[in-house]
């Protein structure tokens, strides 16, 4: 008789967005009239920028000749996206990484739980709370966990609270873990990093000999001079960290799919003999066995974003949603509400009022003025008391659902 991967039945049934459809559903049902208007989204809702479609129709135009028509690429990706990459998002900030060093893929969602094919079942991992729950729920996959409690929390993590209280930076655990997911510019948060914080946790790995996986998927919403896009642009960075990066939010890739990871080839980690092994050539190893490579086409997309024209047109989509999350931030000040985020990040972290639950907020605000958020207990136990509303919408909606916020609710 074939058994199944038991580890999958501690995950937590998806809870969180067929909650939310739950109760959208209900209230709509009982309320036709009502034009309700989804900001819990964390989907781009912009059209692709133009130099990435030129790029891609040009791509589909010589797979149909036989002379330019591509089979199998590199399971790395094809070099010159890897060498716009290396020198566009790196060298040119100072970070001092090869274009043999970034893998590209098709998301960095499926890379961010790949990577674990690759390290050992006996680490020990924090993870922020609120946190981007895909870290979790891999690890339980890939059974790193204990059972889940009744606020959600696995046995056998380190959870590493984030509140107002600490400035939604979390504190550098005094025991020892040995992988850690960051994510900067947060989801849910939209909280930042300064150098600082991020040089304590890559002196901090140095000393345990940890590994930080670093989600930078939301680095092109930065706008502060002071704010590192990259783990990379820290000192001793080369022998700690993984970075995931990836075209979905800065060129609306959501939907086209492509990413990439870097990996050193300075980051080694211990095998069971106690000998360090590069892992550069185990990731490489992995995706060489486990992956075929990105289309042709897809890629050609993504390198038109380092074009001049690429780059000016996903400049304009970040502003468009950081002008989003000003209008956002703004109105809900006004309306009394405490807000954090939204100025580097396209989310808007708000906290709820009156001590309000994150669900009950959630139901206020839907049925007095027809809005949908997400709430932040979905996100983890610390996220109780907190809202997520995302940036991505058209103008429109957010200038309606703000409007609706200032007239008629009352805090
Ligand atoms: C959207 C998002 C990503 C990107 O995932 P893709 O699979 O590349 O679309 C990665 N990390 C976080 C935290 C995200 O919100």
Known sequence: MATINDNYLKLKAGYLFPEIGRRVNAFAESNPEAQIIRL????????????????????????????????????????WLREKIATHDFQSRGCEIDASEVFISDGSKCDCGNILDIFGSDNSIAVTDPVYP????????????????????????????????????????????????LCFPNNPTGAIASKAHLQAWVDYAKTNGSIIFFDAAYEAFISDPDIPHSIYEIDGARECAIEFRSFSKNAGFTGTRCAFTVVPKTLTAKAADGSDVDLWKLWNRRQSTKFNGVSYIVQRGAEAVYSDEGQAQTQALVSFYMENARIIREQLSAAGLEVYGGVNAPYVWVKTPHALTSWEFFDKLLHTVNVVGTPGSGFGAAGEGYFRISAFNSRENVEEAMARITDKFSI
């Open 40 to 79: 819990g989204i964390g989907d781009v809702t912009e059209p692709l920028p133009q130099a990435c479609r030129t790029a891609m129709i040009k791509a589909v135009e010589e797979m149909g000749d036989r002379h330019t028509f591509r089979g199998y690429g590199p399971e790395q990706g094809y070099v």
């Open 134 to 181: 895909v870290y979790v729920d891999t690890n339980v996959m890939a059974g790193h966990t204990g059972d889940a409690n009744e606020v959600g929390e696995y046995g056998g993590l380190v959870y590493l609270p984030v509140t107002a209280e600490n400035s939604f930076t979390a504190e550098i655990p005094t025991q020892k873990v040995d992988l850690i997911y």
